[in-house]
């Protein structure tokens, strides 16, 4: 890395590109990889700006297209966060001091703990707020119902969204300084990795539902299968599925062939009773 790009600083200008692109999580979500393209749309104008050469360029958007889903209103924190780290990467430059790693790692320690309290703010307090005001003028025919309902609801969500980017970024490059003086980039890191799997573990338990009907005997002796994989291992479905989906990852398969296949089985399985 040049001189010229060491030199180089985020500006407000810059930060305020990330907030305006961060809005493009919602419209830019999918099944595979669910935030990630928002999330490197917001990242672009930041890659472009610390990286001269095209090959670190595509380094760093490759790092921000991985599987991620968060709250779209509290995503500016983490955004913030992935600036200044990427930043702290553009000055090591070619030395290679920076472990890249810690970027991803971060980004999904702080997936599950934002992500619970956007949702329940966000969605299941401020929401229902702005509705409850909005549907109670909107009856009695008054105008200013569907315009509270939108004030309720956005001014709080835009300006988290707005004020979150500079924070994230601000302390997050004081929080780095600090931990790069302590010697514990490499702790956070590995915690931060830690955390990941916890929330990754949390969220096959809780969002994957597969359930079998079948019965093993005949009668009032049939003991149902599910009960005992319960018994055995609550869960114990939903991990087998996870785990062979993981494999099949690892193996290079096509995710939308992955997909396809989930759906065909599910379909099929169903209309046999199996699960």
């Not at 060491?6 to 493009?24: A, H, M, P, Q, Y």
């Not at 990242?43 to 889903?69: C, S, T, V």
Request: glycine content about 10%; some cysteine.
């Amino acid at each position: 890395m040049t001189s010229s790009s060491e030199s180089k600083k985020i500006t407000k200008g810059d930060l305020r590109k990330v907030f305006w692109r961060s809005c493009s999580m919602d419209f830019s979500w999918n099944f595979e990889r669910q935030c990630s393209l928002g999330y490197a749309f917001a990242m672009a104008p930041i890659i472009k700006k610390l990286y001269d050469k095209k090959e670190d360029r595509a380094k760093g958007l490759q790092r921000h297209l991985e599987f991620y889903n968060i709250t779209s209103w509290v995503s500016t924190l983490p955004l913030g966060i992935s600036v200044a780290m990427e930043e702290e990467n553009a000055k090591s430059g070619e030395s290679g001091s920076f472990d890249t790693a810690s970027i991803n790692s971060v980004k999904t320690a702080l997936m599950g703990p934002l992500s619970a309290i956007g949702d329940s703010f966000f969605w299941g307090t401020v929401r229902l707020l702005a509705t409850g005001v909005g549907t109670s003028l909107a009856l009695q025919g008054n105008i200013l119902g569907p315009i509270l309902f939108l004030l309720i609801f956005n001014i709080p969500t835009w300006i988290t969204r707005y004020t979150l980017t500079g924070i994230g970024y601000n302390r997050g490059a004081d929080f780095l300084n600090k931990l790069e003086k302590d010697g514990t980039v490499s702790s956070l890191t590995y915690g931060a990795a830690i955390m990941g799997l916890i929330v990754l573990g949390a969220m096959t338990a809780s969002m994957i539902s597969i359930k079998t009907p079948i019965m093993i005997g005949d009668g009032d002796s049939a003991y149902a299968l599910q009960t005992m994989f319960d018994n055995i291992m609550p869960k114990f479905l939903p991990l087998a599925v996870f785990g062979l989906v993981y494999w099949l990852l690892g193996k290079k398969v096509n995710p939308l062939v992955i997909l396809l296949g989930v759906f065909v089985v599910a379909i099929l399985c169903a209309l046999f009773g199996i699960l």
